[in-house]
């Protein structure tokens, strides 16, 4: 090769070297900048310090199983969060689109999917008062009922003059008092995680009277609250507080008629759907804890920081699980039923119906059905 030769490749290489360091500083300046945006954006959260308890032991009724693996789905849904049944044992259930579905099994198991109304929000929980009206929290326009037409009435928008967003599940007692929570006073369709990480109060449990119309709230300060449900002799309502593993409960009546206590706490994971049953109660579990996120909880500044970034990036890559917990009236879990696979997860109400139970989820396309083994009946 010829001097001339040597020096233009040797000029080349240099030049070489010098593009591949400034495509480096470019880089490295560009995630620097990345990050300093990072770090001093507002936090959506203003976090204060919570110590988790230690998640429980997987063992004795929490021992991992499969049996939820038999279950298939009903229906092609998006995102069907809350189901109810009529007399007629026809199963609704409410999508993201503001629709509520109607589901009617025929013979040999046709099915026959309608749309039964429209809401104009988004129903998440649903339930039947005597006359046969469809109850429904809508998530933002309140307590809603929905006669056997489908035409719709607002029931309460407001309670103590708050608006009632992000109305979340309901029950109905014998006497017709409908009782609903509503998860937080954050922006509609807010991630858990937010209020998880933030680990301040603002859910509500309210109760409405058919016979003078008009709605009390009975707790505030609660954990994101979500499933309702009336223990079986209808003493007390339980409602999920899931940003704190735990279910409240508010009497209704005895010695300790208006005040609250912890039906079971430390959960492994966030609770979500309640339904009762005259022997036992079912909880759905929507996901379960991270460790990662509960050894942060003692540090506001790290939750901050942390609530910046996409929820999915704090989760990690925990794969969903699918949990419901069998329980009795005094909170103790019997039984357990599990996907590990997480074919079925996010479960977010429950209902049995006939030999089957039903699952309801925010991440799944249709309503998980699951044949009830005898351990459960």
């Not at 029950?171 to 954050?186: E, I, K, L, N, P």
Request: no cysteine.
């Amino acid at each position: 090769m010829s001097g001339r030769r040597r020096s233009a490749v040797g000029r080349l290489k240099r030049r070489g070297k010098g593009f591949g360091a400034a495509l480096l500083a470019g880089a490295l300046l560009l995630v620097g900048s990345v990050g300093a945006v990072w770090w001093f954006a507002p936090s959506p959260i203003d976090a204060v310090a919570w110590q988790p308890p230690q998640r429980p032991a997987i063992t004795g009724p929490l021992t991992q199983n499969g049996l939820l693996l038999t279950a298939d789905l009903v229906g092609q849904f998006q995102g069907p969060v809350g189901i109810a049944f009529d007399e007629r044992g026809r199963l609704y259930t409410g999508t993201a689109d503001g629709k509520i579905y109607r589901v009617n099994f025929g013979v040999q198991n046709q099915k026959s999917i309608e749309v039964f109304a429209e809401t104009g929000g988004r129903a998440l929980g649903l339930a039947f008062d005597a006359p046969g009206n469809l109850l429904v929290a809508d998530e933002r326009r309140g307590l809603l009922s929905v006669d056997k037409q489908g035409r719709i009435t607002v029931l309460a928008s407001e309670v103590a003059g708050v608006p009632l967003l992000n109305a979340n599940s309901l029950a109905v007692a014998r006497d017709g008092t409908v009782y609903f929570s509503t998860s937080t006073t954050r922006p509609l369709e807010s991630d858990l995680l937010l209020e998880w990480l933030e680990a301040k109060p603002t859910g509500r449990l309210v109760a409405y009277d058919p016979k003078t119309k008009t709605t009390r709230l009975l707790l505030d300060k609660l954990y994101y609250a979500r499933g309702v449900a009336l223990t079986p002799a209808q003493d007390a309502v339980l409602v999920a507080e899931s940003a704190r593993y735990r279910v409240a409960r508010y009497w209704l009546k005895g010695p300790d008629a208006g005040k609250r206590d912890n039906w079971i706490e430390n959960l492994p994971g966030f609770p979500a759907g309640l339904a009762t049953e005259p022997e036992k109660i079912y909880l759905t579990v929507v996901e379960p804890r991270n460790d990662n996120v509960d050894r942060a909880q003692p540090n506001p500044a790290i939750k901050n920081l942390l609530a910046k970034l996409p929820a999915s990036w704090v989760r990690g890559n925990e794969k969903g699980y699918g949990l419901v917990l069998v329980l009795d009236s005094q909170g103790t879990i019997r039984t357990s039923l599990q996907d590990p696979t997480g074919r079925l997860n996010r479960l977010t109400s429950v209902a049995e119906n006939g030999s089957f139970l039903y699952l309801g989820s925010t991440a799944e396309n249709g309503i998980g059905r699951y044949r009830l083994p005898s351990v459960t009946k």
